[in-house]
T-cell receptor, first 117, second 117 residues
Framework: NAGVMQNPRHLVRRRGQEARLRCSPMKGHSHVYWYRQLPEEGLKFMVYLQKENIIDESGMPKERFSAEFPKEGPSILRIQQVVRGDSAAYFC???????????????FGPGTRLTVL | DQQVKQNSPSLSVQEGRISILNCDYTNSMFDYFLWYKKYPAEGPTFLIS?????DKNEDGRFTVFLNKSAKHLSLHIVPSQPGDSAVYFC????????????????FGQGTILTVHP
């Protein structure tokens, strides 16, 4: 039973380029969360998606960032025109449902480390 | 606006002794609390959780205590083992008005635990 998969694990981009980060949730999970961890900080919530729906994007920067979770395929976090401040570890988590917070643990992927030169 | 705080950046403990990691929160709407463990270059791994209707939850060597009046929770690890050396994050979430978990986690900054043999 494969866990949450993220790719690439490491991504290097030059300022102004686009970054695409992919997340495949655990089998049977239909909810995806993206978090960002800046150096020396904790994880910060960015966006929560269900299949074909963005439920909460309150943590997303207003510009350049977008996320999707299509009916088929992985969830994508897209960062346009990257800047040095976007350098961080980006983690994806998935959960099967959230009708019961006592059982619906979020399982995290290994993260994508984005470096902007 | 740091709603979940871990004021100790690091903790060093001797193998076999107790490790106590602390966490404070400011948002009284939080009603579900979790601890995650994270190794370098990996995603966070769920350890233990507690609902606000309880004041203690135990799972093997790990016990989480919740003091709602003080808005404080702690994780006790006993006995500590060298393999416990990692970064520990506390996180909090809250249910929406319908009683179902919203799922969005707010993390503390993390505490680096080092267990010496």
């Amino acid at each position: 039973n494969a866990g949450v998969m993220q790719n690439p694990r490491h991504l290097v981009r030059r300022r102004g380029q686009e970054a695409r980060l992919r997340c495949s949730p655990m089998k049977g999970h239909s909810h995806v969360y993206w978090y960002r961890q800046l150096p020396e900080e904790g994880l910060k919530f960015m966006v929560y998606l269900q299949k074909e729906n963005i439920i909460d994007e309150s943590g997303m920067p207003k510009e350049r960032f977008s996320a999707e979770f299509p009916k088929e395929g992985p969830s994508i976090l897209r960062i346009q025109q990257v800047v040095r401040g976007d350098s961080a570890a980006y983690f994806c988590a998935s959960s099967p449902s959230f009708s019961n917070p006592l059982t619906d643990t979020q399982y995290f992927g290994p993260g994508t480390r984005l470096t902007v030169l | 606006d740091q709603q979940v705080k871990q004021n100790s950046p690091s903790l060093s403990v001797q193998e076999g002794r107790i490790s106590i990691l602390n966490c404070d929160y400011t948002n009284s709407m939080f009603d579900y609390f979790l601890w995650y463990k994270k190794y370098p270059a990996e995603g966070p791994t769920f350890l233990i959780s507690i609902s606000s209707i309880k004041d203690k939850n135990e799972d093997g060597r790990f016990t989480v205590f919740l003091n709602k009046s003080a808005k404080h929770l702690s994780l006790h690890i006993v006995p500590s083992q060298p393999g416990d050396s990692a970064v520990y994050f506390c996180a909090a979430s809250f249910s929406n008005a319908g009683g179902t978990s919203y799922g969005k986690l707010t993390f503390g900054q993390g505490t680096i635990l080092t267990v010496h043999p």
